[in-house]
């Protein structure tokens, strides 16, 4: 649920800018501001909001742009510019060697494994499979936005983009921890630290 979370400003901008980008803008930026509040209340740490930040900079940008160039070309590709957006984020996530998913793991794994390379590696691997799903995702967004492409594909690519990721962290999870418990047969160096 805490990547889903996480989605829901994007999500929010997609549904309401049929109405108006601006208005999709603003509401995703007052949403992702009043989500990073309220996780910051609860004792997150900034690790575990990169991609909250990065929504937060993102829509407190197109909220201006949007309401100054209300009937810019740009509006057109907003899709593809919000893509583009979560890959950078993600990949330089990568890129300084702080994944965004390390702060989200975190949250539910044990303290003790935080330090461990298995846990860093864990994570890199996590966050390379979101940071290639988004730029899979922006490119079949620009191409989709360049070509007036319908709906109905427009919810496939997203669908399929944000569902391949979560289907892989989930199953590399379970996978990692079965090995952590010793339910799966595989060299115990490897996991030792999970």
Known sequence: MTYLKGFLP???FSVLSVVG???????ALLL?????WRERRAGAGFDGQILDIGALVY????????????H???ERYDGALSSVWLALVAWASLAVRRPFTTGIARGRAPREVWDSPVFLRM??????????SFTAVAVAAYACDALSAPTVVRIAYQAIGLGIPAYFTHRYVA??????????DEPAEEVAAL
């Open 32 to 36: 992702s501001a009043g989500l990073l």
């Open 175 to 184: 996978l990692l921890a079965a090995r952590r418990s010793g339910t799966v």
């Open 59 to 70: 829509f407190a940008a197109l909220t201006v742009f949007a309401f100054v160039e209300m």
């Open 72 to 74: 810019s070309g740009a």
């Open 10 to 12: 994007w999500i929010v």
């Open 123 to 132: 994570n890199m691997v996590l966050t390379l499979v979101w940071s290639a």
């Open 21 to 27: 980008w601006q208005w999709g803008a603003l509401a």
